[in-house]
């Protein structure tokens, strides 16, 4: 848990570094090691963050959102944000920065590898009514629409973008709706896609995002509640499909997707700094 307490034993030693192995990918761990001097444990350390994954894949799930909520948001974006490097994706008048729009929510429940997005752009479908798509995207990255979408009104998210407001509408998949995602280096890159509530109905799709060498990743939308709103995290290289299929279920939607890079380092090192006057032996997540 974030901040503690940290409960699950994951190795000790003599020495001063300890391979944790057995995590999960995409799965964020909060390190803190204690130490033992005859026989009594003293205080953690200060906390380190990780989140493994397997960089010999090309497409991973980086973690989901799910809200629910009775107002339609309104979400500023500021499009000269990721010419500096910062993210575009601001926030709502309540809550800047933050894709967890509490103060707006009846509940919510997940977790995103990051709430600060679109510092490489960003593209609102429908943004200004059916077939106004604004993309505003910086390279090595490219977006283009794909086929298999009709228009979809009374989406319960709006955005404003450097002040002017757009419409309510999205994209609808009739029914396996595809948008294609360019890459012209072989870096990581992070994929945060939008599928907000549709006036209190129910979905049920699957969004998956596919790399041109057949791997793919996806993540499998079947609301036991009315007016959710899903948002959602993937990690890629390479020239990529984001797939909505609602084939047999229903509402298949997407209404923006935000990039970013994705710094990635294997094997992951953190160093952690242990308590003055003990010996190190133990460490925990």
């Known amino acids: 848990m974030n901040g503690g307490p940290y409960q699950s034993l994951v190795g000790q030693t003599t020495s ?7 995590l999960t990918n995409g799965r964020t761990c909060y390190f803190a090691i204690t130490a033992l001097s005859g026989g009594s444990e003293g205080p953690p350390s200060e906390q380190v963050i990780a989140t493994p994954f397997d960089t010999s894949q090309t ?9 629910g909520g009775k107002w339609t948001p ?27 729009l509490d103060d707006l929510c009846n509940y919510g429940f997940g977790n995103l ?6 510092t490489k752009g960003f ?23 794909g086929s298999g ?4 009104a009374y989406l319960n998210r709006q955005y404003r973008l450097s002040g002017v407001l757009g419409t309510n509408y999205g ?17 990581f890159h992070r994929l945060t896609v939008i599928s907000p509530a549709y006036s209190g109905n129910y979905m049920k799709f699957t969004l998956a995002l596919t790399s041109t060498n057949g791997t793919s990743s996806s993540y499998v939308v079947n609301d036991a509640n009315p007016g959710l709103t899903h948002t959602f995290q993937f990690l890629f290289k390479g020239n990529v499909a984001l797939t909505a299929d609602a084939t047999s279920g229903a509402n298949g939607i997407v209404q923006a997707v935000f990039l970013d890079d994705a710094t990635v380092t294997a094997p992951t090192t953190n160093t952690l700094s242990p308590p003055t006057g003990f010996k190190v032996i133990s460490s925990s997540n």
């Open 59 to 67: 497409v991973l799930c980086a973690g989901s959102l799910t809200e």
């Open 113 to 118: 590898m990051s709430e600060n997005i679109g």
């Open 149 to 152: 979408w009709k228009d979809l």
């Open 74 to 100: 309104v979400i500023d974006v500021d499009s000269n944000a990721p010419a500096k490097g910062f993210p575009s994706y601001i926030g709502n008048e309540h809550l800047a920065g933050m894709l967890g």
């Open 16 to 22: 001063t570094k300890c391979l944790v192995t057995g």
């Open 123 to 145: 593209s609102l479908f429908d943004w200004g009514g059916p077939g106004s798509n604004l993309v505003q995207v910086l390279l090595p990255l490219t977006v283009t629409l």
């Open 171 to 187: 994209l609808l998949a009739n029914p396996v709706g595809t948008i294609n995602i360019g890459v012209s280096d072989t870096n």
